[in-house]
């Protein structure tokens, strides 16, 4: 993850870090352009959504939905899944 600070655009290097709750924290950041700049910040970091889900979540998500399918149409379904 690149961070670069807010004042001059110059890279930041992150110091620590608080987490504020599940899946939020705040990122101390100090600007390493410390002739010209020198800042330092708190920026926030969180988890917003996934992009693809884990694969595991996926497959639990599918066999229950199998599951609670009639057979046939689970049979139906599993013959079509080897083509």
Not at 16 to 33: F, G, K, P, W
Not at 53 to 75: E, H, S, T
């Amino acid at each position: 993850m690149r961070v670069t600070c807010p004042h001059c655009g110059s890279k930041a290097t992150i110091t620590s870090r608080e987490n504020i709750a599940d899946n939020v924290s705040d990122l101390y950041v100090s600007c390493t352009n410390v002739k010209e700049c020198g800042a330092t910040f708190v920026s926030s970091l969180a988890f917003k959504h996934y992009l693809n889900p884990p694969r595991g979540d996926v497959a639990r998500l599918a066999a229950g939905v199998l599951k609670n399918l009639p057979k046939p149409m689970q049979i139906e379904l599993l013959d079509r899944s080897q083509l």
